[in-house]
C-alpha cells in the first residue's frame, strides 16, 4: 500500500531536511514519490538537490491560476464563492510537477489568507491532493507543511496516513510539536509520531524520548555538519553524508514502516 506522509514542526527545525531525505532514499529504492511543498516559503527543492535554474522556473500550483479555477470552480483569491469540492486531482501530478529520478515535486506556493480559511480554493485542491490520489503499491506522497499549527486550521493534511513532526531538544520546539500534535488528532490523522533533530548526544535523545509518547519517537538525526554544509553549497542533503549519517534517515524510515504495518 501507498504512504502519505506529512512532516510538520516549528519553523526552521529540519523539515525539509527530512522530507527531502525520505524523499530521496525511497526513490533509490525504485519508489516513486510525490513529493508536495506545501510551505508558502517553499524550499523542498533546494533540500531535493534541484539545480536552481530548474527551481526558479517552478510555477507554483497556488500561482497557476487556470489550473485552480479550473479544477475548483472558483475564481482564485476571490472569497466567498461556491467551488468544487472534489476537484479531480488524478492527474495534478503528472502533469505539472517536477520530476528528479523518481521523486516528482509539486510547489503549491502560497494560498489565500485573509477569509480564506479551510475553503479557499487552494486548500480545497491541496486537501484532494492529499485525500483522492490514489498511490500505487509502494509510492509514497511526501508533504513538507508550513512550519508551526497555523496550516493545520486548514485541514490539507486530513488525508494523510502519518504525520512525522519534527522537534529539536529544547521547549519551545517541544510544545510547538506537542500543539501540532494536538491539532493534526482533531483533524483527524490518526498516526503521529515524532522525530529528534539536532542532537548532539544521548542526552538530547534521552530528553526527547522521554518528553513525549515513547513509542512514537521514530528516532534522532544528530547536528551534523554535512547537512548544514549542503544547504550553503545548494546540495541534495543526502549528498555529503557518510554511510553511518544516511542510516540515520534509514532507521528513521524503518521504524516509520514499521509504525504503519502495526
Ligand atoms: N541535523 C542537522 N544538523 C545540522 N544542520 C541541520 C540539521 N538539520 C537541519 N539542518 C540545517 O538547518 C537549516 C534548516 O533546516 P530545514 O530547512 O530542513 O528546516 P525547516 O524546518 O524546513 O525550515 P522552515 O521552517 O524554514 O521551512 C538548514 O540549513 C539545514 O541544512
Ligand atoms: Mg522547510
Redesign the pocket.
Known sequence: MGMKLAIS??????????AAALALILSERGRRVLAVDA?P?A?LAA?LGIPRADRDRIVPIAEQAALVEERTGAKVKQYGQLFKLNPDVADIASTYALRLDNVALLVLGAVSKAGGGCACPESVLLRALVTDLVLYKDDALIL?ME?GVEHLGRATARGVDAMLV?VEPGQRALDCARRIAEMAAGIGIRRICFVA??TTGPEDEAFVRDALPRDDVLGA?????E??R???DGES?LSALRPEQRAWFEAILARLEENLRR
Not at 514542526?9 to 523539515?15: A, N, P, R, Y
Not at 538525526?221 to 555538519?225: D, M, T
Request: glycine content about 14%; hydrophobic content about 30%; proline content about 3%.
Open positions: 514542526g516549528k519553523g526552521g527545525v529540519g523539515k525539509s531536511t527530512l510551505d516559503d524550499n533540500a513538507d512550519a519534527v533533530n539536532r538525526i544528530p547536528y551534523c555538519e547537512l548544514r549542503a544547504d550553503r542533503v
